[in-house]
């Protein structure tokens, strides 16, 4: 079974930063890539930012250059550094894990999700 793990989300004010964790638990022996979502209410969850194994990362246009996205790989472990926050990044995110190895832990998988208020 795998676990992910969010950290970090909290209310601040417009202009304010805050850092997001994620660790991943459980049998795993290769992770191909990890991410960051967020879902607001009534929206549909979008992808903020991803990072390979590799290191490659890619980052929604509303974020680009205000968020940075990190991993490490020997913690299973990928952060969000978020600045300069708005208060159209309320939502709640949520990480996301794609599991390649072992075969019978192969998949998909999601935190619980952690709260993230902009507001003053």
């Known amino acids: 079974q795998v676990h992910l793990v969010e950290s970090g989300g909290g209310l601040v004010q417009p202009g304010g930063s805050l850092r997001l964790s994620c660790a991943a638990s459980?049998?795993?022996?290769?992770?191909?890539?990890m991410g960051w979502y967020r879902q607001a209410p009534g929206q549909q969850r979008e992808l903020v930012a991803g990072?390979?194994?590799?290191?490659?990362?890619n980052y929604a246009d509303s974020v680009k250059g205000r968020f940075t996205v990190s991993g490490d790989n020997a913690k299973n472990a990928v952060y969000l550094q978020m600045n300069s926050l708005k208060p159209e990044d309320t939502a709640r995110y949520y990480c996301n894990a794609i599991i390649s190895i072992p075969i019978p832990t192969r998949g998909s998988y999601w935190g619980q999700g952690t709260q993230v208020t902009v507001s003053s």
């Open positions: 459980g049998n795993i022996f290769g992770i191909n890539a």
């Open positions: 990072i390979t194994i590799a290191g490659s990362t």
